[in-house]
């Protein structure tokens, strides 16, 4: 059948299943939006309040969904306002398709007006990134971006249109699209054979799990490894829920931030067995001393995460499910021993700890988590509150954390968390931020509202940037340039003006009566809450250090004193 290249678009989403498109028209995308128009019973579209936040809510549909989001922009300034998102996402391993519409191909190369080369903008921060020039290809290529963005380690695509290749007729033959299947043509039997052996071997192993878990869905897999050989397990900001935070095994986060239990534990383990996790700066500290008691096996689908930022002993290329069932076949199980006796020693001798003497974003997010339970959804954007938020928030399954890991996106919550509420209608939603990233993008509340879907906005209100001052306390003599934000700014007359609901926390008792009041609105809800400018976030690691460094703040006093 004759269509257009408009509708050949939108045919080849609804052949992937997609239900839902994040986006903001304009002229060059026009025909999309027309054809939309004729499809608006079949495919939901969010008009977000900016292209960012039609990004970002694509990338949090696809996080707590599973599914391939897909966001939608016009040419020029509305194509460039995509690509912190799209890098979001590149950094994450976040499958979403981002459409934008170019000027017409006679116009090309000719500095028209809102024309850019969005594609090759997007180079670095795709898996692939194309310009579609010739109606006759438009179908496969769309379909080959979907291939792509959730195949093998998944990505973001990006897929530019000329305006005139949009208005063109061709032949549409649809496609019955077969599901991606699991990466496992890089498995090789020696390296599960020797990821049995080393497993087997250890007196004292460590599971790391990492983002690639969740993306996989191994957690029952890991669940299984962990129980059998008695193995202590930690986890990277992004693997949060893959492995239960109720489970007694648990010991925490790893890294800058991380427990001194997972962070002790991993530098006296003799077997780190590493899963699905690329060995962030954030994770490892100093790379060259990190887990130098160990050997260290490495599962993951990416080869060229091997060896890249800390050098393994063994490792595992392919799907982390797959992997994880084929290792399980030859493991042993193992007595509870000295070893996990010891971890869970560490761990009762180093609780998280923070002041209950006055409202703390820890008590807030606990509270949060009493009311809100393990069915929620959390959002966060980047900061001190995103730390409290994986410390304090009990994450028993995965896809349940949305946060901006690799690039560290303040403003990314809000969208995230509209992209959540709209694949996950029947959940509870929450987006945790501070006051210097809610004002960076908090122009989606107005689109949360438009969407008539209830979800709650927390704001950890310090009127600071706080992590950032955070590191000037510690490490650059109080000297506190430009992260004071010394304005007027009431969040709660923005968010009322925007149709949302509000309220100011300012006391602790006057938390749980107020997260009650929002997570019953049936509209979005804002709690503004205020909290001192000079709550840190502990434990910590200094940059570059060894994660065996982690300090808290009863150390930091202990130090002071000693000066």
Known sequence: MQLTGSEIIIECMLEQGVDTVFGYPGGAILNVYDALYKYQDRITHVLTSHEQGASHAADGYARATGKIGVCLATSGPGATNLVTGIATAYMDSVPIVAITCNVGTSLLGKDSFQEVDIAGIVMPVTKHSFIVKDINKLADTIRRAFAIAGSGRPGPVLVDVPKDVTGALCEYNPRHIIPVGREISKLRREDINKAIDMINEAKKPFLFVGGGAVISGASEEIRELAHRIQAPVCDSLMGKG??????????GMLGMHGTKASNLGVSQCDLLIVLGARFSDRVTGNASTFAKQAKILQVDVDAAEINKNVIVDASVIGDLKESLKRILEGVHPKADGEWTSYVMELKEKYPLRY??????????????????????????????????????????????????GGLGTMGYGLGAAIGARMGCPDQIVVNIAGDGC????????ATAVRCDRPLVQIIMNNHVLGMVRQWQTLFYGKRYSHTVLNDKVDFVKVAEAMGAKACRVTEPDQVEPALREALNSRTPYVLDCWINQDLSVFPMVPAGANIDEAFDEEDLKRHEQSL
């Open 355 to 404: 002041d209950h003497s006055q409202l703390t974003g820890p008590y807030i997010i606990e509270k949060l988590y009493e009311l809100a339970g393990p069915d929620a959804i959390i959002s966060t954007d980047v900061g001190q509150h995103q730390m409290w938020a994986a410390q304090y928030y009990k994450y028993s399954q995965p896809r349940h954390l949305l946060t901006s």
């Open 242 to 251: 893959a492995f239960s935070g109720l489970d007694p095994l648990y010991t």
């Open 438 to 445: 809610f004002r960076m993008n908090m122009n989606e509340l």
